[in-house]
Structures are given as structure tokens and as C-alpha cells.
């Protein structure tokens, strides 16, 4: 437990300055200590018990994605005090702290400047309730240093929050009362829990209304950080995500400082009134509702997948090669899901299933490799496409559906915007970290007129669809920023979006209560097995993947006689996605090399959907 | 050396300790040197700066074991010897290689800065702007310090200029002494590498101004006056605060003395934002931004928008305490303290200078550039490094790797021609999904100046350059769009067939005159956009019809064709050979090593640095030889369609065989323009031609097609329809009215080929113009 204590002993190494190793062996030694097993789950997340709870200057984690980065800023690293009664100068260390102590010698000759920058950072925009629950429950098994116990309390709040505003994620009649349907037991508590600190929760919440905490997407909730980085700047990107380990800091004067200005000084100090208002509110919100974290060490999540190992350490090897062996089984099961979900066609199940484990894997020059953007048209209308969301976020770590409707798509900032008033990126719904899925619906998409904001989101989506890449908006110029996102996209016809693959949904079953068809196959499901469909889609990605040369030799032969046959038919564009489908469907049997085997099954599901939109076209006449 | 003596003194120097520094008092420094007006300037001769400083010398130098060697204290830097330095370069410094249109109509083998001096002496501006390379090549100690201890050199270089000039020019009256401004430090760094070490140091950073604030007037000087006995006195500024006396000295009243804002001496003030420029920006991080802070005549010198680069004191200033408060934020407020501007745009707005933002090569680098130009095939291995995700077209790609290098510019307004259009202009037509948009993308990627837009989406003001009302200031500003954005660059048009109309004939100019006409809200200016277009066309009908020519394809009107120098069509050759080839490319794209991977990436930063370098320094020129096959590749060109009765080649066409020649001979680095690189441009002109003015019909190349939308034979054609319908109707006697219905149904019954109403229509329209006839309605009548 002396791991928490960090403050504490960084002040008294500042003494022996001329020794600048010190530093280094603080990171070792946490680094050390957080590599070590389960000693980072003794660590109070962020993510999961609320502020109050924690205690200021204690270790803590955060979950997150980083938002925006500051300008960097320089402190004193080193300072020195002056006593006022006794006159002694003290050395003091200002790494790691937001406030210096009392009687700061601002003329002293040892007063080091240092380099930090501060990240805004929130958590990971579209995390699924599940992936939240279950980190949550795997932290409440260790409880240190916080008075905090886990319980049932503040989950239950947030779903109840998810319930109004967002999408309700429980297959639940609507009247049946918030508080009853609690998939995963344990809901018993609950109710004389929420009571109690109802009051604490509602106010923080309260007061974010009116301070805007840049959550990429509307209805999120939890704590936006502004979290200090010492060391290693380069290394972080925006809207990377990462798991935080570091000081918590609250301290009450960051929030007076901005608040209580003597206007005096103001006058005669521009350098301060320089900061517009809403400047000041973007950099120093209250502590009490943004903290000030300072960064130990970061760790980058390749997922946020809690039913997976995060750190590719040798239980991962271990564990990825002891779910090989099931691998095939939980597709096929995982497959058949899906099927019914998609009412019974297999086809649809199985593209579906591929483009939920797509991953750009690289990028050669400008071309983006390995999306698969899915566009399932012939959806049924009314709530299918919905519930078709909901269940698609049962299974991955994070998702997000987007309701293209034409309100939406005119007023809904998508591309995230510099605010130079403020000084900090407003966020926008494309900000997302890597492997969100993004469910576009369009199916909500009625006629009507676009306007310029409209029609810049529909490029933007169409540019996030073909190049990966979302071109922010500095109002001065655009910067480009890559990203990673599966988009499916749902409609009724051909979608007006690009996509890389096209699938006619074609119905074997016509269920006369839609509604209750999709929920008796969700809760068919047991949760140990939606709990395995998580952990193979999530592994199926990280999978390394190989060509060898005798395949390659075969794939070149197919090509060439397909072309022969009929040139109009197949294009390089087909070849394209062939191999892409190849992939996908070889790592979904968690085959690492491309068989000629897998090579056939590409072509045959490739031609299989290929004969369903030409059908599809000769049926709606000349189709664009 | 108590501050006492400081303030009392009012010396544009500052002796004081390192940690003071750090806070940097507002009179010290360019920022606040003495820019005051002196009525008197025959005394500044003799300023008490110069007398006084002898004085500052003794009292704050800490003495040395040579004994004669003082310093200011903190510094290395003796005042004397600084000054006597400076003095020297200032008479000597001669730069015979300058190419700085600052210095334009100087004598460059005379001592440069002498002349600048006399400049002033002429036109009265009291400022003295200094490169320090110049600095550096002189003398690096000096430079050193004017680095390392700007706020205690540059007052001396102020001294040391005062002094040279009033003895040249004693007579010279100005507005106030001499200000030295030194840019280019050489330390130029990007807002990035900015650290704690910079802080107090002379650095030069680029950026582009984002936001301004109003003025502000910041006190230099309090004015007290007793409310008691009208005793007055003044209270300068120590480190942004005024020290109110407690006590009149003249009646000893206590806290009677009351700040008089009208008589207290101010200075003007400016905040900027700078925010870093894109292209110093590693991918996936956000922008930093700085505070810079304008005095004096520096303010309202730049405007949000503007690219520039700023020479000043970077600062660090502890974030104020709060007097109740015990314990204070631990971080520095920084800003840079401004002494130079020089924005890196202007230039667009006065023309004629070659690009200046001179990109620094490195030795090695150049050698690296220079080796890769000496292998014969520099080219092919160019090409091929460009967008090598997409297959083969190699032809296109060495199209677009001229138009990257473009011609060289040639200036003959002195002749009344205007500028020769030097950027090569490309069009890339053909079937949807020919991985046209992606050829696009990577060259916007490539070039630094490059911007993307798609016809569809682009309206002309998006393209040109719209003007918008200051929200703040209320004052009219000029935003400019993507074709201006792009001059020096390349602007890529995606959808170009999707644009309005309105939108295209922007282009018109754009593409010959390489300039933009704006008449908007009450500003009227000509813009310089030198931008090559790259733009991409998709055929009318979904597919390429290969029996249509280009123009009917794509319904652009020739006009605007003709102005492209390149036209290639991107179209699916569907041949085994190619197909196998295409095939083990794609698979490799998909699986391919990392090694590999790695090495393209070098290709490309290679690449980038190659055009780069090209771009600045090669220039060629034609030679004898490449004259004379220009000349005979024109005539031969002239020949083929003479045969035939008609025009194969317009002037145009010759121009841009000089630009592709010289392009190409940048490729090689070569200054001269040879034989080698006119057969190379002759062959990819001719290339593009035949696969985009090839006449269906005929199957000869026909460059009408291009020039006047309409192949020779179709005009043949549509002549011989005319004459005949005019024999019918001379054949029917004298009928002064006819049928349109039955007239149509005679000329097809008569005709031997078939004549579709189109024809038929044309052919009244081209008798109507002959005034034969005329229609109404239904009815033809006959003049």
C-alpha cells in the first residue's frame, strides 16, 4: 500500500536534486509494481467509483480516450520555500502537483523550469454498458484506500440514465418499471442503496449541464480528466486510448483560483484577462468536476474488452492460444445467432460476422487496408434496425448508432470543430477511438432538404466510409486525422454512402411481432455464451495474418480466368474485397494463413452475394 | 547594483539577476525601447544612454582578472566590444549571393546594411531590420550573444546604429532613434520544439495568426498628483505593477497622491494567437498554440489567417498569486515578446518573387538528392515511387510527376505578355472506380501545398474567395478559398464533371492567367493563384463509351479542355497479361512485409524532399538542340493535320511541350533543357493525346476535338448535310414555305446515309446562319 503515498516521498527526493535519476526510478518502480499480477486491479478506476469516493493525491486509473491536448505548459519542477517564522529555504518538488506549498521564493536561483502538457481526456466515447459493468465488477473484488465500497448504487444509475436518453440496452417492456430487468442478477441491493447518496450524485450532473464536458457523443456520462503528462509526449495521439495510471489531484484552490480573480489585478496584469471566460472554463474547469490527474504511466488499450487480458503479456498468448482451440465451435454458434437474428439469413449472418471483426490493419500510402464497411439494405422498417443495434452492442466493447435522420443529419455536429475562443476541440460523433462500431441508420433517412451542415456530414461520413479518416475542422484549414471505425450501415435500399460491400437482407422467416421475436433470441442467450461471442470477436481482430507464395500464385491464376470469362464482371475494385473477405473469413476461423481452401469460400460467399444484388437490381428495374 | 539605480537611470538596458529576467520588465527589451518622440534629435547624438552607460558599466560589471573586460552582470556580453562589433558588421557586411527582396535595388558588392542605413536616412522609418544568418556568417560570437542575451544586445545594437548613422547623417531628423530588428534567427524552430531552455532567448518561430485582440494601452509611466498640494510626480512601471507612494514628498500628507490616467504615459499593446503551422505538425496530434504580444508599430501588423514568422523574446512569467492565498499554481504563463514580423504570404499578394519559404536542406540531404539525380533512370524510379498502391498507368503517374515539378516561370510583362504559365495542368478521366480519387488523394498528401475538393461539393466562392465580416472587429476580411490557398501547390478537383457551371468558369482564368479577379463587397483585387489543377471526370454515362470522343464523354466544354496539358483516360485495358500483373499486385498490397512497408515510406519523404529541393533551386533553360526539336516537334505536329485539311496544333500545345520539357528537365536536375527531355515530352503529350483526342470515328488523332469540341470530320459532316439539304430545297422550286416535319422526312428519303433529327437540325441552324432561311415553329421559310 505505500504505492499510494506517492506525494509523500517525491518531496523529499526533490532535496537530492543533483541526483535527476531519482525520477526515473519513481516510474520504475511503479511500472514495477503495476506489471506485477493483479496489483493493478488494486488500483480505484476512475471509470468506476465516483469522485467523492476517491482520495485526492491517491493513485488512481483511468480508462480514456484522449480528446483534446493543451499547449504545453511549463512549472516549476523544483522550487524552493521560504519559511516565514523560521527563515529555512526548503527544496521542493512541483512534478506531479498542481499547487505549490506556501511562501514560493519566486527569485530563487534553484527553481527549475520544467515541460508538461495536459490531455483532456474522457472516457471511451460508446463504451457498451456491458464492458462498463464488467470492469466494474472485476474492480470490486479489491477496495484499498478508498472508503468507497462498490456497489450496485451507482450502476443502477447509469442505467437508468442510458434508459432515458440514450437506447435502452435491456430487452425490457417499457413499463415495467426502471429498477426490475437486471440481466445479470445481482439487483437485489440496490433500491435502499440509491437513497443515500442521491443527493452527491445528482449535483455533479447537475452542474455539467452547464459546463460542457466535450463528450464526442450526446447522453454520455462519467469523468472528463485533465490529465498532466511529464514524460514521453510524442509518443501520444488524439483520440488514442489508453488506460491511465496516476496522482489524483482535487485540490479546491485550482477552482478558486479561477474563480475568485481580484479585478485589480486584473488591470494591471493583462497576461491573466487575456483568457477569454470561456477559455478559463475550457482549461481550469472545477476540480470537483473535471480532476487533474498526473501521469505516472500510460498504458495504450489495443481494446477495451474487459473479458480479455489487455496486456500482451504471456497469459494472453496463453489465453488466445487456449480459445483457438474453441474458435471454430463459437463461430459456427456465434454464426447461427446471428442467422436468426438477421431472420434467418445465413448469408447476411455471415458478412455481418465479418465485418464485426474488420480492423484496418494498415495503410499503404493513402489507401486505408482491411475495412469492410457493411451495408445491409432490404432492412424491415419500424424498430428492426434498433434492435438489430442493441444486440450488435451486446456483442462488441463499444458502438454507437447514428439515426440519420434528416433533423440529425442537419444539425448534428459529426467532425469535430477547433473553437479558437475557447482554445480546445469541440467534439463531434465521428470522434471515436478505434474499433467503434458506428451503426448508421438509415433507414430513419426521410426525404427532404439537406442543408451545407448536412451536407458536409454526409461527406464527412462518406470520407470516414472510403479513406478512414475524419477531416477536422481548424476553420482556418482541415486536418486530417485517421481512424479506425467498423461502420455498418442499414437501409432499405442501396445506401447513398459508399460502402465496400453491399448485402440484400432477404428474410426467411417473417415473424408477426418483430419486437418479440428479437427479444425471446436475446434472451435465449446465457450470458456465459454472449460472454464467449465478446471474447472471439475481440480476438478474431488481433489475430497476425500471412499469404503464402503458392496462394498468392493460386489467387493470381483465379483472377486472371474470372477476367477471361468476363472482364466486365470482375474489376480490380472486386479483387479488392475478395481478399479482404479472404482475410476476414480465415482470421474468423482463426486461421493465420490464407488456404486455398479459405480462398474458395471467399469467392463462393463473395459470388453467392454478388447473384443477390444483381437479382436485386433486375427486380427494382435500373437501380443506380 | 540595487534596482534603484535602474529605474532611476531609465536605461534601455536591464542589469539584473537571471531570476529576475525571467520576469522581464516591460521597458526593457525591442518591445519597450524607447520609441517615444524626441522633439530634439540633434541630442540624441549625445543620448544619456551612451554616457550613462559608461556609468551602468562601472557600477553593475563585476570586474574581470583582465580588469579592462567588463560584462553586463549575468551575461558575457562586454558593452563596448558589442557594440564596436556590431558597429563593424554594420560597415562591412557584404552579401554578393542575396536574394532577399528586401534588398532589391542595392548594390550587393556595397556593405549592405550601410545602405540600409542611408535608406533611412531617405525615407525617415526608423527601423533597422537585420538578418542574423548575416549576423552569424559575420561574426558567431556575436550572434551567439545576441541569441543567447537579446535583451542586453539589442539596446546595444540600438546604440551602435544610432551612433554610425547620426555621425554619416547628422542632419537626418526622425521620428525617434533606431530600432534594430533582427529575424531569421537562426534557431528557427518550429512552436513544438520550444522548451524551457528557450526561455528569455531570441527565437524565430512560424506559425499563423489565428486571433488578434484590440488594443490595449498598457501604462509605461503613472502620473501622481497630489490632491493636496498639486504636487506631481511620476511612477514608472516595475514589472507590470505601479508602485503608489504613500507619502508627497512635497507637504507629506499621507495617501493623498491620486493616478492622473490622462497625463500617465501608455503604449500600445497587441495579443496574438499564433497557432502552429500544419506542415510542421507530426500526424495525429492537435496544433499548439502561442501568445505573442505586439508593441508599438507592431500592432495591427498581421490579421487572423496569416502565415508568419515571428523573431522574438520567448517569456515565462509565474502565474500571479493571489495575495490571500498561501500557495499558487506552479506554472509559467508564456509568451513571446515580439520584435519582427515577416509573414510568409504577402508575397502572394505582390506576384512576380520565386516561392519563399525556402525549404532547408541539410548537406547530406542534398547529396542523398543529388546521387539519386545522377542515375540515368531517375525518372522511372521517380514514377514509380509515386502512389504505389495504385497499378501501373505508368504514364499518367509521369504525367503528374511533371505537373508536381511544373515548368519554369517566365516573366514577360515588360513585354506586355504577362506571366507564361509555368504549373502543368492535368485531367484524369474515365470509368467510376478506377482508383482516379485515390491517385488524388496521394498527391494532395505529397505536396505541401496542396489542397482537395470535390466539383460536387465546391461552390466558386469555396474555390475563389469570399469576404467575410469580422465578427468581432467588424471589418471585412478576404477569406480565401482552395484555389488560392493552393497557389505554388496543386489543387485536386475530384467530380470535376459535377460542378456548376458558375463554378467552372472560375477556372477559366484560373487555369491560363494564373491569377483571380475578386470584385466582392466593395473589394476589388487580383489574386495570385499559380496552382496547377489536377482533376478527375467521370463519364457522363456511368461507363467510358469508347465510341464517343472525350468531349462528348464527359460534357466539359472545350474551352476549359483545351487549357489542360495532359488529358489521360484511366480505363480498363482487360488483357490477360495485364490482369495476372494487377492481380500479384494487389496481393502483395494486401500482405506484404513490414521491411517493405518501411522502405516505401522512405520513397516517399525521399520524394517530397526531391520535388522540394527541384522546385527551389533548379531553373532550366532551354538550350540550342531542345529549341530546334521544339520547333520541329511543333511543325511535324502542324503537318499531320494539314494533310487532312485540318489544324492539329495550336500554340497551346507548344507551350505546354515547353513546360513538359522543363519539367522534365528538373527531374534530372539539370539547368539545361535537352533533346532527351523534348522526345519525353513529346512522347506523353502524345500519349494523352491519343487516348483522349483519338476520333472514334476515323481512328485518327484529332486534336479539334480538344480545341473546338468537335472532331474535323464531324464538322465535315455536318456541312455536307447542310449543302445537301440546301440543293433539296433549291431542288423544290420556288416554295417560300415548308413543312419541318415533311422537309426532315425529303432530306432522310434523299440521303443515302442516315440523318438523325440532330443532324437535320444543325443543318437548319447552320442555313439559318447563312441567312437562307429561317425557322418558325413548324414551319421553314425560305429569305
Known amino acids: 500500500m ?41 488500483v480505484p478506476s476512475l471509470n468506476d467509483v465516483p469522485l467523492h469516493y476517491l482520495k485526492p493525491n491517491s493513485l488512481v486509473k483511468f480508462r480514456c480516450l484522449v480528446q483534446d491536448m493543451f499547449d504545453p505548459e511549463f512549472y516549476m519542477g523544483v522550487y524552493e520555500t521560504v519559511d516565514p517564522s523560521t527563515k529555512a529555504n526548503v527544496l521542493r ?92 442478477g445481482n439487483g437485489d441491493s440496490k433500491r435502499q442503496e440509491t437513497e443515500a447518496p442521491s443527493s452527491q450524485t445528482t449535483t455533479p450532473s447537475d452542474c455539467s449541464s452547464h459546463l460542457d464536458l466535450n463528450f464526442p457523443l450526446p447522453g454520455e456520462r462519467g469523468p472528463a480528466c485533465l490529465v498532466k503528462v511529464y514524460e514521453g509526449l510524442d509518443s501520444f495521439k488524439l483520440n488514442d486510448t489508453l488506460e491511465i495510471y496516476g496522482i489524483l489531484s482535487v485540490n479546491p484552490v485550482l477552482t478558486v483560483l479561477g474563480e475568485e480573480k481580484d479585478p485589480s489585478l486584473l488591470l494591471l496584469n493583462p497576461t491573466e ?19 487533474r490527474l498526473h501521469m505516472l504511466y500510460a498504458r495504450p488499450l489495443q481494446h477495451n474488452n474487459p473479458l480479455l487480458p489487455s496486456a500482451p503479456t504471456e497469459d494472453q498468448s496463453a489465453f488466445v492460444s487456449s480459445f483457438l482451440v474453441e474458435m471454430a465451435s463459437v463461430r459456427a454458434e456465434l454464426l447461427a445467432y446471428l442467422t436468426h437474428v438477421l431472420l434467418g439469413d445465413g448469408l ?50 463499444c458502438s454507437y448508432r447514428l439515426s440519420m435522420s434528416l433533423h440529425t443529419m442537419n444539425s448534428m455536429r459529426l467532425v469535430p470543430k477547433k473553437d479558437y475562443v475557447a482554445n480546445r476541440l469541440v467534439s463531434g460523433a465521428l470522434q471515436l477511438a478505434r474499433n467503434t462500431s458506428l451503426f448508421l441508420d438509415e433507414t430513419q433517412l ?32 482541415q486536418m486530417e486525422f485517421p481512424c479506425n471505425i467498423n461502420v455498418l450501415v442499414t437501409s432499405e435500399g442501396r445506401s447513398l454512402l459508399p460502402s465496400d460491400c453491399q448485402v440484400p437482407l432477404q428474410p426467411q422467416v417473417t415473424p408477426p411481432n418483430m419486437e418479440e421475436y428479437l427479444t425471446t433470441i436475446h434472451m435465449a442467450q446465457f450470458t456465459s455464451q454472449i460472454n464467449k461471442f465478446r471474447v472471439y470477436l475481440s480476438l478474431a481482430r488481433t489475430l497476425d495474418y500471412s499469404i503464402s507464395d503458392e496462394v498468392t500464385k493460386a489467387v493470381e491464376d483465379d483472377f486472371v480466368d474470372m477476367r477471361k470469362d468476363d472482364p466486365q464482371s470482375v474489376t480490380a475494385e472486386d479483387l479488392h474485397r475478395m481478399l479482404v473477405v479472404a482475410r476476414l473469413l480465415s482470421l474468423s476461423l482463426g486461421q493465420t494463413t490464407l488456404s486455398r481452401d479459405g480462398w474458395m469460400r471467399a469467392k463462393h460467399i463473395d459470388m453467392l452475394r454478388r447473384s443477390r444484388t444483381e437479382q436485386q437490381k433486375s427486380l427494382n428495374g435500373n437501380e443506380p | 547594483m540595487s534596482l534603484g539605480i535602474e529605474v532611476d537611470m531609465s536605461s534601455p538596458l536591464m542589469y539584473g539577476t537571471p531570476s529576475s529576467r525571467v520576469e522581464g520588465t516591460p521597458r526593457s527589451g525591442v518591445g519597450g525601447t524607447p520609441a517615444r518622440q524626441r522633439p530634439d534629435l540633434g541630442s540624441i547624438r549625445k543620448a544619456p544612454q551612451v554616457d550613462l552607460h559608461s556609468d551602468a558599466d562601472g557600477a553593475v560589471a563585476s570586474e574581470q582578472a583582465l580588469g579592462q573586460k567588463l560584462v553586463i552582470w549575468g551575461t558575457d556580453v562586454n558593452v563596448g566590444t558589442c557594440k564596436e562589433k556590431f558597429q563593424r558588421f554594420l560597415q562591412r557586411f557584404i552579401d554578393p549571393t542575396s536574394n532577399e527582396d528586401e534588398n532589391a535595388g542595392l548594390d550587393l558588392n556595397e556593405p549592405l546594411y550601410m545602405q540600409k542605413l542611408e535608406e533611412i536616412s531617405v525615407v525617415g522609418e526608423p527601423v533597422l531590420n537585420v538578418n542574423c544568418s548575416h549576423v552569424q556568417s559575420f561574426d558567431a560570437d556575436l550572434y551567439r550573444q545576441l541569441i543567447s542575451y537579446p535583451q542586453e544586445v539589442i539596446p546595444t545594437f540600438d546604440m551602435a546604429v544610432n551612433e554610425l548613422f547620426f555621425e554619416r547623417f547628422p542632419d537626418s531628423i526622425l521620428e525617434h532613434q533606431i530600432q534594430v530588428r533582427p529575424y531569421n534567427a537562426l534557431k528557427t524552430r518550429n512552436m513544438r520544439s ?160 520565386e516561392d519563399s519559404d525556402q525549404k532547408l536542406f541539410t548537406e547530406e540531404r542534398v547529396q542523398i538528392l543529388k546521387e539519386l539525380a545522377s542515375k540515368p533512370d531517375v ?44 504549373e502543368v495542368n492535368i485531367l484524369l478521366c474515365g470509368d467510376p472506380g478506377t482508383s482516379k480519387s485515390q491517385l488524388l488523394q496521394y498527391v494532395f498528401n505529397l505536396v505541401p501545398r496542396g489542397q482537395y475538393t470535390s466539383g460536387k461539393g465546391s461552390s466558386a466562392v469555396g474555390l475563389t474567395a469570399y469576404v467575410m465580416k469580422d465578427p468581432e472587429t467588424k471589418q471585412l476580411v478576404l477569406q480565401t478559398g482552395a484555389l488560392v490557398l493552393s497557389d505554388n501547390g496543386i489543387c485536386c478537383i475530384d467530380e470535376f464533371d459535377k460542378m456548376s457551371d458558375s463554378t467552372r468558369s472560375v477556372l477559366h482564368e484560373v487555369m491560363e492567367q494564373q491569377t483571380l479577379s475578386i470584385a466582392k463587397a466593395g473589394i476589388i483585387c487580383q489574386l495570385n493563384a499559380r496552382t496547377s489543377v489536377l482533376a478527375a471526370a467521370n463519364p457522363v454515362e456511368s461507363q467510358w463509351n469508347p465510341k464517343k470522343t472525350t468531349i462528348e464523354n464527359i460534357q466539359l466544354p472545350h474551352t476549359l479542355l483545351s487549357r489542360f496539358d495532359l488529358i489521360f483516360l484511366m480505363l480498363d485495358p482487360q488483357d490477360e497479361a495485364y490482369d495476372r500483373r494487377l492481380a500479384h499486385h494487389l496481393v502483395a498490397l494486401y500482405y506484404q512485409s513490414e521491411e517493405q512497408i518501411e522502405e516505401e515510406f522512405l520513397d516517399m519523404a525521399v520524394l517530397k524532399d526531391y520535388i522540394a529541393y527541384a522546385r527551389t533551386y533548379i531553373n532550366p533553360r532551354l538550350n540550342e538542340e531542345a529549341s530546334q526539336a521544339l520547333i520541329e516537334a511543333y511543325v511535324d505536329m502542324r503537318k499531320i493535320g494539314s494533310g487532312r485539311g485540318m489544324v492539329s496544333a495550336y500554340p497551346r500545345q507548344l507551350e505546354s511541350l515547353i513546360r513538359l520539357a522543363e519539367a522534365h528537365a528538373k527531374v534530372r536536375f539539370s539547368d539545361k533543357v535537352e533533346t532527351i527531355d523534348v522526345e519525353e515530352a513529346k512522347r506523353l503529350q502524345r500519349e494523352a493525346l491519343k487516348q483522349s483526342a483519338t476520333d472514334p470515328r476515323t481512328g485518327f488523332v484529332d486534336i479539334s476535338i480538344l480545341t473546338t469540341g468537335m472532331s474535323a470530320t464531324a464538322r465535315k459532316r455536318k456541312e455536307e448535310v447542310a449543302q445537301a439539304l440546301k440543293k433539296m430545297i433549291q431542288s423544290k422550286g420556288k416554295t417560300p414555305a415548308m413543312k419541318y416535319q415533311q422537309l426532315f422526312d425529303d432530306l432522310r428519303g434523299q440521303s443515302e446515309a442516315a440523318i438523325t433529327k440532330d443532324m437535320f437540325e444543325e443543318a437548319l441552324r447552320a442555313l439559318a446562319d447563312e441567312d437562307y432561311l429561317t425557322v418558325t415553329g413548324k414551319t421553314v421559310r425560305l429569305l
Open chain 1, 2 to 42: 505505500r504505492m499510494w503515498f506517492i506525494c509523500r516521498f517525491c518531496c523529499p527526493a526533490a532535496q537530492s536534486n543533483s541526483n535527476p535519476e531519482w525520477e526515473a526510478k519513481v516510474l520504475e518502480y511503479f511500472k514495477g509494481q503495476l506489471k506485477e499480477k493483479e496489483s493493478h486491479s488494486w
Open chain 1, 93 to 184: 518538488c512541483g512534478k506531479y502537483k498542481d499547487v505549490t506549498e506556501c511562501g514560493v521564493d519566486l527569485n530563487s536561483r534553484n527553481t527549475v523550469t520544467a515541460e508538461r502538457q495536459t490531455f483532456y481526456c474522457v472516457p471511451i466515447p460508446g463504451e457498451s454498458p456491458w464492458a462498463k459493468e464488467i470492469s466494474f465488477l472485476s474492480a470490486a473484488r479489491v477496495v484499498p484506500s478508498t472508503s468507497y465500497v462498490p456497489s450496485r448504487q451507482k450502476r443502477s444509475y447509469e442505467e437508468d440514465d442510458d434508459d432515458m436518453d440514450t437506447q435502452p440496452q435491456k430487452q425490457r417492456e417499457p413499463h415495467t418499471g426502471t429498477h426490475q430487468a437486471e440481466p445479470h
Open chain 1, 273 to 291: 484577462s487575456m483568457e477569454t471566460p470561456e477559455e478559463q472554463r475550457a482549461h481550469d474547469p472545477p476540480a470537483s468536476l473535471v480532476p
Open chain 1, 348 to 397: 447476411a449472418a455471415e458478412y455481418l460476422l465479418l465485418h464485426l471483426i474488420s480492423d484496418v490493419y494498415t495503410r499503404r500510402d493513402v489507401l486505408p487496408l482491411g475495412k469492410f464497411t457493411l451495408n445491409l439494405s432490404g432492412c424491415p422498417l419500424n424498430s428492426y434496425t434498433e434492435r438489430l443495434y442493441q444486440i450488435v452492442q451486446q456483442l462488441v466493447p
Open chain 1, 446 to 477: 426521410e426525404q427532404g432538404q439537406l442543408d451545407s451542415s448536412g451536407v458536409r456530414n454526409i461527406t464527412a461520413l462518406g470520407n470516414l466510409i472510403s479513406w478512414q479518416k475524419v477531416d477536422y475542422d481548424f476553420s482556418y484549414h
Open chain 2, 194 to 353: 520550444l522548451n524551457p531552455e528557450d526561455i528569455d532567448q531570441m527565437i524565430t518561430i512560424s506559425g499563423m495568426v489565428i486571433r488578434t485582440s484590440q488594443l490595449i494601452p498598457e501604462m509605461q509611466e503613472a502620473f501622481f498628483q497630489c490632491q493636496v498640494c498639486a504636487f506631481s510626480t511620476r511612477v514608472e512601471v516595475d514589472r507590470g505593477r505601479i508602485a503608489e507612494p504613500a507619502v508627497c514628498r512635497n507637504c507629506n500628507t499621507t495617501h493623498s497622491l491620486a493616478l492622473i490616467h490622462n497625463r500617465s504615459a501608455f503604449s500600445d499593446k497587441q495579443m496574438i494567437k499564433v497557432q502552429e503551422s500544419p506542415d510542421d505538425m507530426p500526424a495525429g496530434q492537435t496544433p499548439h498554440t502561442t501568445i505573442v504580444y505586439a508593441h508599438n508599430d507592431l500592432v495591427d501588423k498581421v490579421q487572423p489567417g496569416d502565415r508568419i514568422n515571428i523573431t522574438g523574446i520567448y517569456r515565462a512569467v509565474p502565474m500571479r498569486e493571489n495575495p490571500r492565498q498561501s500557495n499558487v499554481k506552479s506554472v509559467y504563463k508564456t509568451h513571446i515578446d515580439v520584435i519582427h514580423f515577416r509573414k510568409t504570404d504577402e508575397k502572394r499578394l505582390h506576384g512576380l518573387d
Open chain 2, 379 to 422: 525518372y522511372d524510379r521517380l514514377s514509380s515511387a509515386l502512389a504505389p498502391s495504385i497499378y501501373e498507368h505508368e504514364d499518367i503517374k509521369k504525367g503528374i510527376l511533371l505537373q508536381l515539378f511544373g515548368g519554369t516561370r517566365k516573366d514577360f510583362s515588360q513585354t506586355g505578355r504577362g506571366n507564361f504559365r509555368a
